[in-house]
């Protein structure tokens, strides 16, 4: 059999995604058909699929935010969140989103990951802030608008967490590279690895900074149109 | 010693309770399929660690399919109109920051705490799931501090994560799919096919071409698993260290640092990585799924770029 008929997962993943089928239905038929092509039979497959998604519950811990992420909704926290940068003279979208990305970017150095994330800091305060900025400027903000805004607030923390736990010695990406490089015969410490995690560091706030600053000027051209 | 099992269970009841609530909205049309999805996920959470990971395999399957076939139907859930909820905002001020940022504080000072804690020389919470806990406890200490500060019932932590399940939709799930998928890929091999289709095709003795390709298959592997720590032991074992370390005298630590956070740009540029991408865009309640990723990929580009000229011009050099 060749080892290219296990790359059939890999094709319907692409292809469902590009045809824009529903996500669940797509990564669950890539899986099956590339345990199948791995020649598993098929209790095996779904054991093993199983027993990962099992494992991996803890991804949706996340959610146990909503319960007070929504009785807060519901009492007027985005408002507040709004009121409170409306205040703010010289408050921009792309200035509350560049301390938002430096926020987490140190804080995320320093370890402490669990400063931020999208159901507990984007979805309640940083969004509505970010999208006040704006509105506080432009008035009435359009859709497209509102959502370019939303989906910008969703990437400064993914940037900045991303970019900002590989400097920290104990995070759990910098011990798998020591553990693979261990592997090898090769022994370094966590700090000679991290290290080298700067560069890049300072090159993506730096990278971000500037389209953020651009997506200023973008809002001011357009006026929230 | 607390586990996990404790919180899964905690998650699981909330689950089952937006399984109940949809169940009785005869507004929608499709409340059986919602109810079946929601049912099982709760199923799944409580009882997984017990029951045979056939049976939740099945469980996920059927879950898949009744989301992807159809969809769960439009969910009715009353809302404060904005003019009322600005009125609360007024009224309650600052205050109704308070429970919101006692989610990270907490979890925080929860993580540390239980570094510490320990009954009889054993610790309380195994450190691994130290976060995972502290998480549950900061979310029921808001609540404590939430309920009666705003006049809530009981009942409102259900009915609210209840809207915002729905909001978010299946999606929810697709994080936990995603990972059974990568172990199935894991299972099969398709790492090393990967890697051994791109070193057919790379000029070894280039050093340049070697830092190139293994870049390039970083973010690739790392796009196509969701998921850069899946990737990096195949990139690295597979290319990085025969080819950059071994026969070009490359400095390990720049390589796998780089070679670490090239893979991270592919995961801003990927849907599979669900839970930074396509999680945020149903949570933001964003119309197009990929809203997230489509404003990442011209900072991804760019970083790869960079981290490409940076792996270059440092690991030959220290």
């Known amino acids: ?225 | 010693m607390i586990g996990l099992d404790v919180v899964y269970i905690l998650a699981g009841f909330m689950f089952a309770a937006t399984a109940w609530i949809n169940f009785r909205d005869r507004a929608n049309p499709k409340r059986w399929k919602s109810t079946l999805f929601w049912g099982f996920y709760a199923v799944t959470f409580m009882f997984g660690s017990w029951l045979p990971p056939f049976v939740t395999g099945c469980m996920a399957i059927v879950m898949a399919f009744t989301a992807g076939l159809g969809g769960l139907g439009k969910h009715s859930a009353p809302e404060p109109d904005a003019d009322t909820r600005r009125g609360y905002a007024e009224r309650f001020g600052n205050r109704l920051f308070i429970p919101a940022l006692m989610i990270p504080v907490v979890t925080f000072a929860g993580t540390v705490a239980f570094k510490y804690l320990g009954v009889g020389g054993k610790l309380l919470v195994a450190p691994g799931n130290a976060t995972l806990v502290s998480l549950c406890i900061a979310v029921l200490l808001a609540l404590a501090v939430a309920l009666p500060m705003l006049r809530q019932t009981l009942a409102a932590p259900f009915t609210e994560s209840r809207r915002l399940l729905n909001a978010v939709g299946p999606v929810a799930a697709l994080p936990q799919l995603l990972a059974a998928l990568g172990a199935l890929f894991a299972a099969a091999g398709v790492g090393s096919v990967i890697s051994d289709l791109v070193g057919r095709f790379i000029p070894v003795d280039n050093g340049f071409a070697v830092v190139v390709a293994y870049g390039i298959g970083m973010a690739l592997f790392t796009m196509v698993m969701g998921n850069a720590f899946a990737a990096f032991p195949v990139m690295t074992a597979g290319i990085g260290l025969p080819l950059i370390v071994h026969l070009h005298h490359g400095n390990p630590a720049i390589l796998g640092a780089v070679g670490m956070l090239t893979g991270y740009c592919g995961t801003l540029m990927t849907p599979m990585a669900a839970n930074f991408n396509a999680v945020p865009a149903a949570l933001l309640e964003l119309p197009d799924p990929n809203g997230v990723i489509k404003v990442q990929v011209p900072t991804g580009l760019a970083l790869f770029v960079v981290n490409i000229a940076l792996m270059y011009v440092l690991v030959f050099r220290f």
């Open chain 1, 1 to 225: 059999m060749s080892p290219l008929l296990t790359l059939v997962g890999v094709a319907i993943v692409i292809a469902g995604f590009a045809l824009r089928a529903n996500p669940l239905l797509v990564v669950t038929v890539a899986g099956l058909a590339t345990g199948l092509a791995g020649s598993m039979d098929p209790v095996a497959v779904v054991t093993e699929f199983g027993r990962a998604f099992t494992e991996n519950r803890y991804v949706a811990l996340v959610w146990l935010t909503l319960p007070v992420i929504g009785i807060l909704e519901r009492n007027g926290l985005r408002e507040r969140a709004q009121a409170l940068v409306a205040k703010v003279k010289g408050a921009t979208t792309g200035r509350v989103l560049i301390a938002y990305l430096a926020l987490r970017q140190l804080t995320a150095a320093m370890g402490l990951n669990s400063l931020g994330g999208h159901a507990q800091m984007v979805r309640p305060l940083i969004a509505p802030m970010a999208e006040a900025a704006a509105e506080t400027r432009f008035g009435k903000l359009s859709d497209r608008t509102r959502y370019l805004i939303r989906a910008h607030a969703a990437a400064a923390d993914n940037i900045g967490v991303f970019f900002g736990e590989d400097i920290f010695l104990a995070m759990g990406s910098v011990l798998l590279i020591k553990g693979v490089l261990e592997h090898d015969g090769i022994d370094l410490t966590p700090m000679q690895i991290a290290i080298w995690s700067i560069p890049t560091a300072l090159a993506v706030f730096v990278i971000h900074v500037l389209r953020l600053v651009r997506l200023d000027r973008k809002l001011r051209r357009e006026g929230g149109a």
